[in-house]
């Protein structure tokens, strides 16, 4: 009995806390959908930007402060100088459940945990239409400085050009908000082989008049930092450079979103200096999962001189239904490893049962929020938008004496969009694992039952 009562505690403990949340959430909604005051959180954001308009002001004297789009905003009296904040919060809980050859080569992955997946604060701001600034923190991940950068707005071509650390225009996966992608996880490839975020300086084409833009930069290969003085050292000790650009497409694009065909082509050429043996070549993915910090697949350090990383992107969406895939491969100068190349791959298809579609920033070519039709209203019997989801990823670490392992996962996911501010995830994972050689995988398999609770403001 006493063992029963302990895995009952290991298995269910993070679903009871989340289904805590949701019960709340629930409770919360319903009192705000049945008060006569305050009809829906919209209503309430356009009374508040409603009393902005008249000019009424707050405690900070000439300062207006209101919401706006789920947003935070503040404006000076005259308008000239505006800021902007955005948070993020990112609940995950779940269970893995490995078999014993995954057990014995990871001993720490079976288990349940409960986690901040993000806690991120953002700010943009504006001054007299002149320059804007964006700095994002996430406080989940020690204090990790995601962006950091400025731009120029009087000059046509100089307002296309962000100066900072930022991503990399690289991937059509990665460059969507983790808070907007459809599962909880980015895929594998994604994961093991994405550019990330680097300082520098990146160009982007900003035309949604166009069927075709692009975006391209030079970066420092630095990776993120937790302070600007750890920013200023890593920039003098950073490990080559990147040029990275990013085309894509719309050959097909009407009924304002419903119905389009996104093609995409990524390239990111890496310079590393082979000697740097403190900032290695390294290609590892989590099982898209944050439960852990395991990488079942793992090519281990590769001392190297170059790296060629080639991405195609293709994305369709006709009403309600949605399709997305994209293939990864990199090429590294690397002798002593003996010139080795990986490759992987992930398509998925999703379906909205309430009738939405996925939005699409047609500037940039990433997709974005959700905003239910009607928002959630249960005394109304109107639950906010479903969505389900169905993913295939892989990913190949192997090739000549780099043995990291090939993974495929098959993922299910359960989304629950309550507005454009608050959604439910849920998402089960099956991740095979074979022909990893440290430590020895030769067929594992693990079950990743996992949720999230996501709020935004």
């Known amino acids: 009995m006493k063992t029963l009562s302990i895995m009952v505690s290991r298995h269910f403990i993070p679903v009871v806390v989340l289904a805590a949340c949701f019960l709340t959430l629930t409770a919360v909604s319903k009192v705000l959908a049945d008060s006569e005051q305050t009809k829906s959180m919209d209503s309430y954001y356009k009374a508040l930007s409603e009393r902005v308009e008249t000019g009424v002001r707050g405690p900070l004297g000439d300062w207006h402060y209101y919401w706006k789009d789920g947003y935070f905003r503040i404006d000076s009296s005259k308008e000239n100088i505006k800021f902007m904040i955005n948070a993020q919060i990112l609940i995950d809980g779940g269970d893995i459940d490995a078999d014993d050859e995954l057990q014995n080569a990871f001993p720490d992955l079976n288990g349940s945990n409960i986690l ?3 806690l991120g604060v953002s700010i943009s701001g504006n ?4 320059v804007d600034f ?3 923190i996430d406080f989940a991940n020690t204090r990790d400085i995601q962006d950091i950068w400025i731009r120029y707005l009087k000059n046509p071509f100089l307002k296309k050009i962000r100066i900072g650390n930022m991503k990399e225009p690289f991937s059509l996966e990665y460059l969507t908000s983790i ?3 459809t599962f909880m996880e980015r895929a594998l490839p994604d994961a093991a082989f994405g550019s990330g975020r680097n300082i520098g300086i990146r160009y982007d084409s900003l035309n949604p008049d166009r069927r075709i833009n692009w ?3 030079f970066f420092l290969n630095t990776g993120s930092f937790s302070t600007v003085g750890d920013g200023a050292d890593q920039i003098s000790e950073a490990n080559g450079f990147d040029l990275t650009a990013r085309v894509f497409g719309l050959p097909v694009y009407g009924g304002d979103g419903r119905t389009l065909l996104h093609l995409g082509l990524g390239y990111s050429y890496g310079l590393r200096n082979e000697d740097d043996l403190d900032a290695p070549m390294q290609f590892r993915a989590r099982p898209e999962s944050r439960l852990t910090d395991d990488r079942l697949v793992d090519t281990g350090s590769i001392p190297g001189k170059r790296r060629d990383t080639v991405n195609a992107e293709l994305a ?3 009403g309600p239904w949605s399709f997305q895939g994209q293939c990864y491969y990199i090429l590294l100068d ?3 490893a003996g010139d080795p190349d990986f490759w992987g791959y992930y398509a998925f298809l999703s379906y909205f049962i309430t009738g939405e579609h996925r939005n699409y920033n047609k500037s940039i070519g990433v997709f974005t929020g959700v905003e239910p039709q009607p928002v959630f209203h249960p005394s109304k019997g109107e639950w906010g938008a479903w969505e389900l989801a169905l993913r295939h990823s892989y990913v190949d670490l192997n090739d000549g004496i780099i043995q990291g392992g090939k993974e495929n996962n098959l993922t299910a996911g359960l989304n629950w969009i309550h507005n454009r501010n608050v959604r439910m995830m849920f998402n089960y994972i099956h991740a095979y694992v074979k022909d990893r ?3 020895p995988v030769a067929n594992g398999r693990a079950n990743i039952f996992q949720a999230r609770f996501q709020f935004i403001w």
């Open 215 to 217: 975006g391209a930069g």
């Open 134 to 136: 964006k700095v994002g």
């Open 437 to 439: 050689a440290s430590p």
């Open 127 to 130: 001054f007299y239409d002149t």
């Open 116 to 118: 901040f997946r993000k």
């Open 316 to 318: 369709m969406v006709y």
């Open 334 to 336: 690397a002798d002593a």
């Open 179 to 181: 808070s907007r992608v």
